[in-house]
């Protein structure tokens, strides 16, 4: 079992940057994979990155690359999104999400932070 607590999200013009955090507790959070969704309206819940247990080899949603960062500190149970270079497609809610293996599927993900708007501007 983990609970997932996401900060604030935020508005922010095309070209800026945010940082989303996702803090995890529990009994066993040191041995779920964290990944981040995003859902904008009319649209499913897709995929953008994950991270392994170790944080070495992070994995993107291919129009997110060389753009978002995800990274982790375990010693604070905490994973980031480092969001650089935004783009207006880029608005949605953003969500992290546990599970036990690797996957970015968002139908493998159990257990789900509470959601957070990212808005961005023209």
């Known amino acids: 079992q983990v609970q997932l607590v996401e900060s604030e999200g935020g508005l922010v013009q095309a070209g800026g940057s945010l940082r989303l955090s996702c803090a995890a507790s529990?009994?066993?959070?040191?041995?779920?994979?964290i990944g981040w969704f995003r859902q904008a309206p009319g649209k499913g819940r897709e995929f953008v990155a994950v991270?392994?247990?170790?944080?070495?080899?992070?994995y993107y949603l291919d129009s997110v690359k060389g753009r978002f960062t995800i990274s982790r500190n375990n010693a604070k149970n905490t994973v980031y999104l480092q969001m650089n270079s935004l783009k207006p497609e880029d608005t949605a809610v953003y969500y992290c999400?546990?599970?036990?293996?690797?996957?970015?599927?968002?139908?493998?993900?159990?257990?789900w932070g509470q959601g957070t708007q990212v808005t961005v501007s023209s």
């Open positions: 529990g009994p066993t959070v040191g041995s779920y994979v």
């Open positions: 999400a546990a599970r036990r293996n690797w996957s970015t599927n968002p139908a493998d993900f159990g257990s």
């Open positions: 991270i392994s247990l170790s944080g070495i080899n992070p």
